[in-house]
Structures are given as structure tokens and as C-alpha cells.
T-cell receptor, first 108, second 114 residues
């Protein structure tokens, strides 16, 4: 089975940097996805990590440590449109399991 | 346009009245999946399908059925809906088992069972 832990809510200021952490315990780990979900909308893919280290993609970066069962999503130069939920999803043998999501509120 | 299409988008119905939520993708994806999303519980997988005629249970399959007779379609069937199945449902697809390819999600179906 899988156990995923991420903060329920976070608040940050426009223009700032925020780090959203995710810890997980999973059998047959095969990588980890981050998805963004605006309220009432479908999740959309942000990043995928399979090896340890940092993957950078524009304002968003994602880090993975397989030995620690830990990942984080880093959002730089926050914009109001970044207000959304961010879902951590480690991939197991046959399934992708989503965490409860972190609701990020960006304030002016 | 590449997309996953779910119908209906919204449905209010009563306990025990069989219903089907359709899901269709036009990307020739092998893998399709159904999730439900409830406040505080996140996305939970109901069923998934690795390919035509191959389906497997996810985390919360009770009360649901699926079929995969064609590659593009993956309907979700509630034979006897109950109020605890009131939820937001998402269908998703990806090229290969959701392994290294991200899943594409439909816009969601909000079901209310009275």
C-alpha cells in the first residue's frame, strides 16, 4: 500500500517562493508525479521525478529523495494564478496514488 | 484536439437507479482510469484498465463496475447508487500504464445521489 503526507494548506505572497513538501511510503516505487488542480477543474501534470535530484521547469522545480521517501515542489516568483491545490502522486507497481493535496493561497 | 471527454458533467439522481458515466479519449491511449475526489480524501482510484478487455480494481472499487470493450471508451457503471457515492468523478488516460507518461484528465462529473 501507499501512505502519503503533505500539508493541507499553505499561504504565500505574490512574487515569493514556496516549497510544498511530500513524504510517502510505498511498495514498488517507480517515480513521483506532481499535479496542479484549480478549484472545480481537472488536475494537470506539472512534473515527474524518477531519479534523485532536482528537476527544473520554468518557475516550477521538483525534488526527489528516494532513500528518504521525500519530495518537494518549489514554486518561484509566485503569481495569483498559482493559487490551486498541488497533488503529490507516487507511482507504485500498478497504480498511481494521490495525496490529499496542498491548497496554496497566493495573496497580493 | 486531444482530450478526455466525460458525460454527463453533472447529475442528480436517486438511490438505486442505475447510471452510467461515459468516458472517451481520442489519443489512442492504452491506459484509462477512474477516480473519485472527496473533500479531505483527495483523488482515490476506483478502477483502471491497462488495455482493451483488461480491468483491475483500484483503492475503492466497491459499488462500481467498468468495462473496456474498445480502446477509446471506459464507462463507469453504478448498478445501485447510494448516497455515499455522491462525489466528483474524474476519468483519466495515458499512453502506457501511467508509468512515465502523465495522465490526461477529463473535466469531471459531479454526481449527487439522493
Amino acid at each position: 500500500g501507499q501512505n502519503i503526507d503533505q500539508p493541507t494548506e499553505m499561504t504565500a505572497t505574490e512574487g515569493a517562493i514556496v516549497q510544498i513538501n511530500c513524504t510517502y511510503q510505498t511498495s514498488g516505487f517507480n517515480g513521483l508525479f506532481w499535479y496542479q488542480q484549480h478549484a472545480g477543474e481537472a488536475p494537470t501534470f506539472l512534473s515527474y521525478n524518477v531519479l534523485d535530484g532536482l528537476e527544473e521547469k520554468g518557475r516550477f522545480s521538483s525534488f526527489l529523495s528516494r532513500s528518504k521517501g521525500y519530495s518537494y515542489l518549489l514554486l518561484k516568483e509566485l503569481q495569483m494564478k498559482d493559487s490551486a491545490s498541488y497533488l503529490c502522486a507516487p507511482r507504485g507497481s500498478n497504480m498511481l496514488t494521490f495525496g490529499g493535496g496542498t491548497r496554496l493561497m497566493v495573496k497580493p | 484536439e486531444a482530450q478526455v471527454t466525460q458525460n454527463p458533467r453533472y447529475l442528480i439522481t436517486v438511490t438505486g437507479k442505475k447510471l452510467t458515466v461515459t468516458c472517451s479519449q481520442n489519443m489512442n491511449h492504452e491506459y484509462m482510469s477512474w477516480y473519485r475526489q472527496d473533500p479531505g480524501l483527495g483523488l482515490r482510484q476506483i478502477y483502471y484498465s491497462m488495455n482493451v478487455e483488461v480491468t483491475d480494481k483500484g483503492d475503492v472499487p466497491e459499488g462500481y463496475k467498468v468495462s473496456r470493450k474498445e480502446k477509446r471508451n471506459f464507462p463507469l457503471i453504478l448498478e445501485s447508487p447510494s448516497p455515499n457515492q455522491t462525489s466528483l468523478y474524474f476519468c483519466a488516460s495515458s499512453p502506457m500504464g501511467g508509468w512515465v507518461q502523465p495522465q490526461h484528465f477529463g473535466d469531471g462529473t459531479r454526481l449527487s445521489i439522493l
